[in-house]
């Protein structure tokens, strides 16, 4: 049966430092939950702690309405998935799978069947008498996940499963790893560095810095409404343009951008001063209308078919990336070119100077 996981407090310490540091989490069942950050952020380091390979040195991880902070490894019932395979090389594919059931002290047929349902699953049922020493990285990594599933666990853990595999596979093996996670309908919870794959497979994704928890959303959430100036910059590509608050009353703000422009924006009472606005390539319109919008000069550009991508020099020097997709596109701008930006208030995101908290007014 899939469980919820409920992380209260959870705190991991290495000498005086907290590898993990009061994170806070409730992981539904049946969701598919990434776990997100640079390296170091302490992303498996909490994944460890819910497998029980860690200790849990504050607060409590519950499955379902359990504690299971001393409860060890083996009593846990999750499936794991690591980067490197973990699978015996030399032994049958079928073996492989079935080993976590003989472990179990299964009976055979039963063995038999579930080993079969399994690497339907994953699609290698064709392969069940092949040695994973003779198997593509993408094969090895399906033999593992069959094997992780096989023993119906409660929870899967998967620490970067994809990481070992050419960009094609990536993206097959990651269909393959959520098809597979909705229709086993089995709470997961996904460890990666690479923000894209993260967007791409999660339900939800927590993203972290530090061993801090940043920002739990939905992927749509964490692109288009980032918390701090690390998650937008992390997830995706934003240009970050010095603005400032020249007026806030009742909730709409009047800001000027590089001393130039004037935008208004819906901010959080109380914000003054300066601030740092966040766009992302495609929250530009490009044109060449000089009273609207950021004045700039087209440095270099790319051609990347469905789009194009600009680099625009600011008046203040300043170089920000720009896309120009299909749609709008009737008119295509060369090096050397004045253009004008125009920033579309209802899609980019007004961050403190420190960058360290969103001060717009989120339309919900
Ligand atoms: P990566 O993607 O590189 O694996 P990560 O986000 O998973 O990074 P962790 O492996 O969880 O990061 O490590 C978090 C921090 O804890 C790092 O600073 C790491 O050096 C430290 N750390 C991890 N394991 C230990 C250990 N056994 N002893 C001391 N420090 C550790």
């Given amino acids: 049966m899939s469980r919820n996981v409920v992380i209260k407090d959870a705190v991991k310490t290495y000498g005086n430092f907290n590898a993990v540091d009061h994170a806070n989490l409730e992981i539904e069942s049946g969701e598919l939950f990434t776990l997100l950050g640079p390296s170091g952020c302490g992303k498996t380091t909490l994944l460890r702690m819910i497998a029980g390979f860690n200790s849990v040195d504050g607060g409590s991880i ?18 794991m998935v690591f980067q490197n395979y973990a699978i015996f090389p030399h032994m049958s594919v079928f073996d492989n799978v079935a080993y976590g059931l003989k472990a179990r002290k299964v009976k055979k047929e039963e063995i038999e069947k579930r080993v079969m349902e399994a690497l339907a699953m994953v699609q290698i049922e064709n392969l069940k008498d092949r040695q994973p020493a003779n198997m593509s990285g993408g094969q090895q990594q399906r033999v593992a996940l069959a094997r992780a599933i096989v023993i119906h666990p409660d929870i899967l853990l998967m620490d970067e499963p994809l990481s070992n595999l050419d960009a094609k596979l990536r993206i097959q093996m990651r269909a393959t790893i959520k098809k597979v996670q909705k229709k086993l309908g089995i709470t997961t919870i ?98 060449t209308d000089q009273d609207e919008g950021l004045g700039g ?68």
């Fill in 190 to 287: 996904y460890v990666t560095h690479d923000q894209e794959e993260a967007l791409a497979i999660s339900d939800r994704i927590a993203v972290m810095k530090n061993g801090v928890i940043q920002q739990v959303g939905k992927p749509r959430e964490i692109y288009t409404r980032p918390a701090n100036e690390f998650v937008a910059n992390f997830i995706g590509t934003s240009n970050f343009i010095s603005g400032r608050v020249i007026e806030n009353e009742n909730g709409m703000a009047k800001l000027s951008v590089l001393d130039k422009t004037e935008i208004m924006m819906p901010l959080k009472n109380g914000v003054t001063g300066n601030v740092k606005l966040s766009v992302r390539p495609e929250e530009f319109l490009i044109g």
């Fill in 62 to 79: 519950s499955f379902g309405d359990k504690v299971i902070n001393n409860v060890p490894a083996h009593m846990r019932n999750i499936g």
């Fill in 297 to 364: 000069e087209i440095v270099f550009l790319t051609f990347l078919g469905d789009f194009v991508n600009y680099e625009v020099q600011l008046s203040n020097g300043q170089i920000v990336e720009v896309n120009q997709y299909g749609n709008d596109r009737d008119i295509e701008y060369g090096l050397g070119d004045k253009v004008s930006l125009e920033l579309q208030q209802d899609k980019i995101n007004v961050y403190s100077e420190s960058g360290e908290e969103a001060v717009i007014e989120w339309k919900k």
